[in-house]
Structure formats: structure tokens, C-alpha cells
């Protein structure tokens, strides 16, 4: 009943996936739907796309297990692959394709008991510093793969850019060099691209790509303009003006009066909070689209609401329709005024907002 929820258009991602595959056609591209689809709802995301991807990709295996128990059958790659050995017995039930991120996980392979060999995808260390295997560590753990019975012919070696979303950045080109430089003698497929390298880097494309973020209709630079790119936000978030005051110069608004009125004022207060995932720490003015026009965040975000200043907006009444963020408000544009990225405000959706699936 309460008037808070999301959009999410599957078509409006479609799109964008077939987008994703047309900048870089001679690529396979796997669909990145971890952390519930960045917020969209990965079980309805994945069966939207089923039809059209070869493959999905999920950070975690209880995600994997998820879209198996929801009846998806598409191969499912487990970006973080195993956090202890015994889950590798529930990678070959559930039929997972198995990242191994560090020596540690090559050895668990290695020394496994296994009802089955798995599709092994092997990550380099190319810069990034987090997850991966040094590049001269490659031809040891190929060997070491390539004799063991837990593992099916045919690796695919795999890369994270760090720096993709920074155009000027010379890390990019030194990541791919050191990865194309470093494969070279061995004849598996490459993965490389996430969606900023799909959209600006073209030598970053290879085998496989991975698009995430641009799926859901955002620019991965932080780029406001989606438009510009081909992109479709895929999600909405709306609420709607729940109480009006008029406050004289001098009264304040929310939590800690942070927000003081220098004139007369009209304070509308929206039925949306941190509660929710709208973001604690966007700060006064940042925007927000009442009936279309935009107004300023007023005074401390807290759990279930916020404050705008609709002064000069005198037919604002209680009821009126509020965008957080999709068309009007990208989530780009939201996320740069409090401080984050568009990715956060996407993942940090939380489960009390109900998703309205627009092509249902
Ligand atoms: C999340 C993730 C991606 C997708 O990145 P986007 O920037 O969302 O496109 C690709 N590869 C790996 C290993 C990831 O963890």
C-alpha cells in the first residue's frame, strides 16, 4: 500500500544486452546478473535473457544454485569461484563453470574427489592486485589443469580491467597487452571486456566478454548521458509526496536540522529513505523530479523519508508523483551528487521495495 516502488523494464535490458553484443560481435558476452541482477531481480532477469545469451555470470555459488532452483539450464560462471573446498561438489552437481581466482582454488580442484570434471576458467593477476594468478605462474597451473581428471579440456584465461572507466588511463592498454602477451603460446579462448571496456576499449574484447552494468541501462564512466550511448535505463524508483508545510525563514528540516530556510518556504516530504536504497548521504540538492521538474533534496535522508523544497511549485499537492531515479534523474546523475556510483545505488536496492516488471 505504500506508494514506494521500482520499475524494471526486462525489455529495456534485452536491448541493451543485444547492444553490448553488436559493439563487439566477433565476442561471446555472458550476462553479469550477481547481487540480484545489480538490484533488477536476477531470477526474472535470467529468464528474460535466457533465450539469447550463451551464458550468465553470478559472483557467488548460492546465487548460481538460486537460478538453477528457479529451472535456469544455461551455463552459470561463478566469478568468485569456491570458498572452501567442499563446495566444489555442489559446482559439478548444479553443472557450474568454475573461476579459479588463486593458487589456493587450483589446488582445491586439484586434490578434489569429483563426481565430474568441471569447465575451469582461470584468472591472471594483470594489475588489479585482488584476485588472479601472476602471469608466471600461467604455465605451472596449465600443466597442473591440464593432466588433472577434475577438469575439462579447454580453459578460458581471464583478466579484470581496473581502470576501464577512465578513458585517459594507460592502465588499460598495459592490462590487455600483458594478457594477450602472457597467452600467447597457449590456444584458449580470452575474457577481458567488462562493460566499460566493451563500450571504449575495443582491443579489450575477445572470446568472451562480460557485460554488467551497461545491461541495466547505465553508462559505466558515470556519464549522465545514456542516451548518447545506445543505453536504456532498465529501472525506475518511485514514490510520491506524502505531506506538504509551509516553513518561515529560520525553521529547519529532518534529522539534526541540518537544512535551515532563509525565505518562506514549501517543504514536501516523500515516502522514501535510506530504508529503501536511496542513498543516506546525498546531501541538499540533490535532485529529485516532482511532476516532471526537478527539486532539491532537502535536509538529511533518513529511513522512510526525505524533505524537497517545492517552493515555487504551488500546484504540487500531496499524492504527486516523484522520480528518484530513472529518465528524468539518471542514476548516474543521483549517484554523483551523493558521493557514489550508479552501481551501489543499483545493488543497494533493498528488499522492501516491491519491483514492478513493466513488460509483464
Ligand atoms: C562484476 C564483474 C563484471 C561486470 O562488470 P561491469 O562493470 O558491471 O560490466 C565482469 N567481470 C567480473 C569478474 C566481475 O566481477
Not at 527539486?295 to 511549485?313: E, K, N, T, W, Y
Request: with cysteine; charged share 20%; glycine share 10%.
Amino acid at each position: 500500500m505504500r506508494p514506494t516502488f521500482a520499475t524494471v523494464s526486462l525489455e529495456a535490458i534485452a536491448s541493451n544486452y543485444r547492444l553490448a553484443k553488436s559493439l563487439a560481435p566477433a565476442s561471446k558476452s555472458i550476462a553479469v546478473i550477481k547481487a540480484n541482477a545489480y538490484g533488477h531481480g536476477m531470477v526474472k532477469v535470467a529468464r528474460h535473457l535466457q533465450d539469447m545469451v550463451p551464458a550468465f555470470a553470478v559472483a557467488f555459488i548460492d546465487e548460481a544454485v538460486q537460478l538453477r532452483d528457479a529451472g535456469i539450464n544455461k551455463p552459470i560462471l561463478v566469478l568468485q569461484g569456491v570458498h572452501r573446498a567442499a563446495d566444489l561438489a555442489e559446482v559439478v552437481a548444479k553443472d557450474l563453470w568454475l573461476m579459479l581466482n588463486q593458487q589456493q582454488q587450483i589446488e582445491w580442484v586439484l586434490s578434489a574427489r569429483l563426481a565430474g570434471p568441471v569447465r575451469a576458467w582461470l584468472k591472471l593477476d594483470t594489475g588489479m592486485h585482488r584476485l588472479g594468478i601472476s602471469p608466471e605462474k600461467l604455465d605451472q597451473a596449465c600443466e597442473d589443469l591440464g593432466s588433472s581428471v577434475n577438469v575439462q579440456p579447454g580453459l578460458v584465461l581471464c583478466t579484470h580491467l581496473a581502470c576501464a572507466d577512465d578513458l585517459k588511463s594507460s592502465m588499460t592498454r598495459q592490462q590487455v597487452g600483458l594478457i594477450r602477451s602472457s597467452t600467447a603460446k597457449y590456444n584458449f579462448e580470452l575474457s577481458i571486456a567488462n562493460s566499460a571496456a566493451i563500450l571504449h576499449w575495443p582491443e579489450a574484447h575477445a572470446g568472451w566478454n562480460r557485460p554488467g552494468y551497461m545491461l541495466y541501462g547505465s553508462c559505466p564512466t558515470g556519464s549522465f548521458d545514456n542516451v548518447a550511448a545506445g543505453l536504456q535505463p532498465a529501472m525506475g524508483m518511485y514514490s510520491e509526496i506524502i505531506a506538504i508545510r509551509n516553513l518561515k525563514p529560520g525553521d529547519a528540516v529532518g534529522y539534526g536540522l541540518d537544512w535551515v530556510a532563509s525565505k518562506p518556504s514549501k517543504i514536501g516530504t516523500i515516502a522514501i529513505g535510506y530504508g529503501d536504497g536511496y542513498p543516506r548521504h546525498a546531501p541538499s540538492g540533490t535532485p529529485v523530479s516532482v511532476n516532471g521538474q526537478r527539486v532539491p533534496l532537502v535536509g538529511r535522508v533518513s529511513m522512510d523519508a526525505i524533505g524537497v523544497d517545492l517552493s515555487g511549485f504551488e500546484d504540487v499537492k500531496i499524492g504527486d508523483r516523484v522520480e528518484l531515479w530513472g529518465k528524468s534523474i539518471t542514476v548516474n546523475e543521483l549517484a554523483s551528487a551523493a558521493g557514489t556510483i550508479g552501481y551501489e545505488i543499483l545493488a543497494g536496492l533493498t528488499g522492501r521495495v516491491p519491483i514492478h516488471y513493466r513488460d509483464e
